[in-house]
């Protein structure tokens, strides 16, 4: 799925959540200076950054089928290797990387096996391929309460608890179905404060991902009504909302 925004709009949506939450997904996948890292579904760089902080620019290398996400990503660290690609179509030869990482882009692609393998393959035996998604399935994405409160007044809203990998056991699942060796699993937590209703809300209303699209379809009076339910399910402000994401990784075969 390409993600028709710009990459400040995308940042300002989801970027608070993805970036605390790239430090721990690079940790959790013991990232070591030497290796050589790809970013699948770069985005605008969240997790790009945190393998150039810890391996050098020149040893990682990102996609994402979004030009303006790979525009972005070229003006914040240019010595990256970044290319327009999908993740079933990787275009880099075989057994490239010591390390291939999706963060929160499994369930955006059209086919997830076909990227797990995909992502495998560019991957030296041995070497690690990981993934992490949010956990839209259950109560503690970081969209949770809007999908709640959107369901509350419209019951067809359909949310994103169907995407692949956002139920708990589900990433690991299509990890053995691409074929990944020695595959485990766990979850990461970020917190993110909010000082007002509207900074946590904004962001919705800037059009990215299912949520935004969700909302720019609402009518003036449909919008306000979901925005004062959100406001009742939320704590009155300054407040925390915690959201966890679901891990995988396993070793290219």
């Known amino acids: 799925m390409s993600f028709d925004v710009s990459a400040s709009a995308y940042s300002r949506f989801m970027g608070q959540y993805s970036e605390p939450l790239a430090a721990l997904f690079a940790d959790w996948c013991s990232i070591e200076h030497g ?65 291939a990482l999706a963060q929160l882009v499994v369930h955006f692609m059209t086919d997830p096996v076909a990227g797990l393998r995909e992502m495998g393959r560019v991957t030296r035996p041995g070497g690690i391929v990981a993934a992490c998604v949010w956990d839209y399935s259950g109560q503690t994405g970081p969209v949770s309460v809007f999908w709640a409160a959107a369901r509350e007044l419209d019951p067809s809203a359909r949310g994103e608890s169907g995407l692949a990998g956002t139920t708990e056991g589900h990433l690991a699942d299509l990890f ?78």
């Open 35 to 99: 290796q050589r890292a790809l970013d699948v579904g770069c985005g605008t760089g969240a997790l790009t950054a945190q393998l150039a902080a810890r391996l050098g620019e020149r040893a990682v290398a990102a996609i994402d089928p979004s030009a303006s996400f790979v525009t972005a990503l070229r003006d914040r660290l240019p010595d990256v290797r970044a290319a327009i690609a999908s993740a079933e179509d990787l275009p880099f030869a075989d057994n490239e990387f010591d390390v």
């Open 176 to 253: 053995d179905e691409a074929g990944l060796q020695n595959v485990r699993s766990s979850s990461l937590t970020v917190t993110r404060r909010f000082e007002s209703f509207d900074d946590w809300w904004r962001p919705y209303t800037l059009g990215v991902g299912p949520a935004g699209q969700y909302v720019a379809t609402l009518s003036k009076a449909d919008r306000n009504a979901l925005r004062a339910r959100c406001a009742r399910l939320l704590p009155v402000a300054p407040f925390e909302t915690t959201a966890k994401a679901w891990c995988a990784r396993g070793e290219s075969a």
